[in-house]
């Protein structure tokens, strides 16, 4: 399944999630920036360091006949959640590290990564120059060049997912590169056997060579892995556990539904169920024992979703929960916090800043558990704590629940929908920080196909910017916009510090960021009387389509 990448490979599209080249290339360069290098220096020569890996990628895959490629555009609200916790604490430690800078007298060129985000002047650059970049000169001749960018509403993996579901020939040979864990499950959902997933090779417990920041790309090995062969491996993985044959496509359809449960960008996990404790396996296993007791599967054949067996499902997956929780707080302990190695390259005040980082990381400790989950009671403590509802009030403590629960099942639908079928309600989103208790899940369970999720409308460049960054990014929005954030009327959704929910975490990437709620109607209806220059306007503009940035007859060389 999982193999280098080598000649004999063959690869009719190739599909780039563009974002995951350009975040470790524009650290790549900010390694070796000059303090004093001017903003349009620095951001021509983060555009042209991601254009060249992508040049440098498809002269390894060879595509014989489209380079397609996707730069995330405005996301559905529900991705907007995610995007906002990790700018805000991206904004937390930008500022952390800059005073650490200065206090170890460390010279460092300022750049404000938030504005890796649809909307933004350095986005609306970055399309501009790969329209320019691959209209004159690509890696590969006689490929159609396509070109998603920032402009046009979508993730970058779910425009590539819905041009390949687009494509009726199902002999095409798509080849997608990415590092996202969930390019996989959407690999698998997109019932393809010619597909396979590129990435840079993986070293474990050697970090430094994991970042292609750190490594000249003419050093970059990749490895591939064939969709066709996991699809068989788990297949016959199902057959090694039951006895049993079943069919392949339905295990696979059920298979990436019953991962949602993992937790994912649109929705939390659910506790006692993880990745770092073989949460899949348990997943895997209530799923096998449902399977078993009934005629049909958990998704059925017009993608809609079999009630009752998820109903029967999450019952199963409940009656562990205790046992789970208790092992993974035994476990959690014992998680090592990152080793700071000490590179060679490194000066002392270098190494001591990247100490210093590295313990504000590790979180552990910081937070004293008080819920105790698994333990006598965890569960009353959970809803207290979490969501701060009142236990004596029997009323609204059963009501308040099962809202919770309801809203964590139209996640449920709302991810299923977006990972097989194109989005259609880009408005909808989980309202909480964390997720129902699984037997909570199976007490309130509502017939997930009673749920109704209307088609809305995409989300504008500059409404999805006022809707994920922090007040310390406001300079990368229009003048009008920035003043609001901090203004009387919406400010107070815009805190300029926040402490985090480091309880049950071992790292500060894992925690929750505790901010006030973001009522978007409010926003919108602040941000309408704005006024917005012309320039500013073109920036809130959609584009509706892709872009055929040169015909495959057209192509030339990496020469011209």
């Known amino acids: 399944m999982l193999s280098p990448w080598g000649e004999n490979a063959e690869c009719d599209g190739l599909m780039i999630d563009a974002n995951c080249m350009l975040h470790p290339c524009v650290h790549s360069v900010l390694r070796d920036a000059d303090v004093n290098e001017t903003d349009s220096s620095l951001h021509q020569r983060m555009y042209n360091a991601t254009c060249e890996y992508i040049d440098h990628v498809a002269s390894i895959v060879r595509p014989q006949s489209l380079l397609y490629i996707a730069v995330d555009g405005p996301a559905p609200r529900a991705k907007m959640n995610t995007q906002r916790h990790r700018r805000y604490k ?6 952390l590290s800059t005073l650490a800078s200065a206090k170890l007298n460390l010279p460092k060129r300022s750049f404000d990564t938030n504005a890796l985000t649809p909307g933004t002047r350095f986005m609306q650059g970055l399309d501009a120059f790969m329209r320019d970049h691959f209209s004159r000169r690509t890696a590969v001749k006689g490929v159609d060049i396509v070109l998603s960018g920032s402009c046009v509403a979508g993730e970058g993996e779910h425009k590539i997912m819905a041009y390949i579901r687009a494509c009726g020939n199902p002999d095409v040979r798509f080849c997608v590169y990415g590092l996202d864990a969930d390019l996989i499950f959407l690999s698998l959902s997109a019932q393809r056997r010619a597909m396979t997933l590129v990435r840079e090779k993986v070293y474990f417990r050697k970090s430094s060579k994991n970042s292609v920041a750190e490594r000249d790309m003419r050093d970059v090995e990749f490895d591939m892995l064939d969709i066709g062969k996991l699809r068989e491996a788990f297949a016959a993985d199902v057959t090694r556990r039951t006895g049993a044959t079943y069919d392949t496509d ?25 990745t770092h404790m073989d949460g899949l ?4 296993h209530a799923y096998l024992k449902t399977l078993r007791t009934q005629a049909i599967h958990l ?5 809609s979703i079999n009630s009752t067996f998820l109903q029967l499902f999450i019952a199963e997956l409940a009656s562990s ?44 400790g910081r937070q004293q558990d008080t819920i105790h989950a698994g333990k006598a009671g965890w569960k009353q403590r959970y809803w207290i704590q979490l969501f701060g509802l009142d ?16 809203n964590y099942l139209e996640a449920l639908k709302w991810t299923h929908q977006y990972y097989t079928s194109n989005t259609q309600n880009w408005h909808w989103h989980y309202r909480y920080e964390h997720s129902p ?29 006022m809707m994920v960054l922090p007040p310390d990014s406001r300079a990368l929005l229009p003048t009008s916009y920035g003043e609001a954030m901090v203004g009387d009327r919406i400010g107070h959704m815009y805190p300029e510090d926040f402490t985090v929910y480091a309880a049950l975490k071992k ?54």
């Open 90 to 95: 991206s904004a937390k430690m930008h500022r």
């Open 250 to 274: 339905k295990l696979i359809r059920d298979f990436v539904m019953y991962a949602y449960f993992l937790g994912n960008d649109f929705m939390h996990a659910v506790p006692g169920i993880s």
């Open 281 to 284: 396996d348990c997943l895997m």
């Open 299 to 303: 998704v059925k054949a017009d993608g």
């Open 321 to 364: 929960e205790n046992a789970n929780l208790e092992r993974e707080a035994n476990a959690r302990r014992y998680r090592a916090a990152p080793d700071v190695k000490r590179d060679p390259s490194m000066t002392g005040a270098q190494h001591q800043h990247a100490s210093l980082l590295s313990a504000f990381e590790n979180v552990q």
């Open 391 to 406: 236990p004596s009030n029997g009323d609204e403590w059963e009501h308040s629940r099962r809202q919770v629960v309801v």
């Open 437 to 465: 208790c699984l037997s909570d899940i199976a007490e309130f369970y509502t017939d997930i196909n009673s749920i109704g999720l209307p088609k809305t409308k995409p989300w504008k460049p500059l409404e999805q910017l």
């Open 507 to 560: 790292f500060y990437g894992e925690c929750i960021p505790n901010l006030p709620v973001l009522v978007a109607d409010e926003v919108l209806e602040t941000t309408r009387t704005l006024k917005l220059s012309a320039s500013d306007k073109v920036l809130n503009r959609l584009e509706k389509g892709d872009v055929m940035v040169r015909a495959g007859a057209e192509v030339g060389s990496a020469a011209e």
